[in-house]
């Protein structure tokens, strides 16, 4: 995924948390270099245009081994004027050959013009033939305004002579004195099936409050196929239940590529379903609840545009398009 489309779909998240339309169409462009990018979001309605958000990201290389990344992100206030809401500094530096070390700090302005670190991240890479190793530390801003250590996860990647990569991550969180207790564990094996295909395994474990040990609380299957110039990735998640597993949700994206660039994306969301009671013993069913379907189109000088439209499934089983919510759209991020 490039870095503009990283810009872009960022925005429809942050979008998607502060107002609640389902619609939205995104205008992105990009330098020739790829160093620049702008983005914002339109929101139409019946009787206006709004654009709630708008994001500048600049990537400056300062030397032959660090590269520094900064985005703004500017809301729009209620009387349609924009102030600087979020700024975002991340510094990549190379330690040594395969190692790379980076730093991250996301400034929050409120609409005084005072600014604190709402967040800080440090993480590790270090790749070689045989694997991987990922550390990262998150620190956060307490109720006394000091920036505290939240959570730690590593990850731990060994590749195998025949294609195989397997994956341990580990989160751990921590208390308010700053000790770390183990949250999740994921054990994950990638298998590649040739240029053609994926498959990809993870078992998910929490640790239990009661006994103070992990147990396996999800098991997940990737499949993900390239052919013909459409890329598909099926994730199901099981869940125990009963004596056995069930499964919970199934996700599905269809991914088609033009001659022309541009990029057509459906996906289908399936959860358990709320019509059809569970008996005794009974494992339940699933059923598609949520799709989403984007198209994306590059222009020849460097612009890019994205519109998302989201469905919600009826009682009657038709796909129904998310309605719009102006009082929402007129909302204010908050600081």
């Not at 809301?75 to 700024?87: I, K, L, P, S, V």
């Not at 751990?172 to 990638?190: P, R």
């Not at 001659?259 to 057509?264: E, N, Q, R, W």
């Not at 699933?286 to 000088?301: C, R, S, Y």
């Amino acid at each position: 995924m490039s870095a503009r489309i990283i810009v872009l779909t960022c925005i429809a998240v942050a979008l998607a948390s502060v107002s609640g339309f389902a619609q939205v169409v995104i205008h992105g462009t990009q330098s020739a270099d790829k160093s620049n990018t702008t983005s914002q979001a339109n929101i139409s309605t019946p009787d206006r245009e709004i654009v709630p958000l708008t994001k500048e990201t600049k990537e400056v290389k300062v030397d032959a081994t660090t590269q520094r990344t900064e985005s703004i992100t500017r809301a729009q206030r209620g009387d349609g004027t924009y102030f600087d809401w979020q700024h975002s500094t991340t510094v990549k530096k190379e330690l040594a050959p395969g190692t790379t070390a980076s730093s991250t700090d996301v400034v929050v302005q409120d609409r005084q013009g005072q600014a604190r670190v709402s967040r800080h991240t440090d993480e590790t890479v270090t790749k070689s033939a045989t694997g991987e190793t990922d550390q990262t530390r998150a620190y956060t801003r307490n109720s006394s305004g000091q920036l505290m250590l939240e959570r730690v996860m590593d990850a731990n990647t060994v590749k195998g002579s025949d294609g195989t990569a397997n994956t341990t991550r580990v989160e751990k969180t921590a208390d308010v004195n700053g000790n770390l207790s183990l949250k999740k564990q994921v054990e994950e094996v990638a298998v590649d099936h040739g240029a053609s295909g994926k498959v990809i395994t993870a078992t998910t474990k929490t640790v239990d409050h009661l006994s103070g040990e992990l147990k396996v609380t999800a098991e997940e299957t990737i499949s993900l196929t390239t052919q013909d110039g459409t890329k598909q990735m099926e994730s199901v998640v099981r869940t125990p239940a009963g004596n056995g597993w069930q499964v919970s949700g199934r996700t599905t994206t269809t991914e088609k590529t033009s001659a022309d660039g541009s990029v057509s994306r459906e996906t289908i969301e399936q959860g358990p379903s709320a019509y059809s009671p569970k008996a005794s013993g009974d494992t339940g069913s699933i059923v598609p609840q949520h799709k989403i379907v984007e198209h994306e189109v590059h222009g020849a000088d460097g612009t890019s545009v994205i519109q998302r439209d989201e469905f919600h499934r009826d009682v009657n089983g038709a796909w129904v398009p998310e309605s719009f919510s102006t009082k929402s759209a007129d909302q204010e991020v908050q600081p």
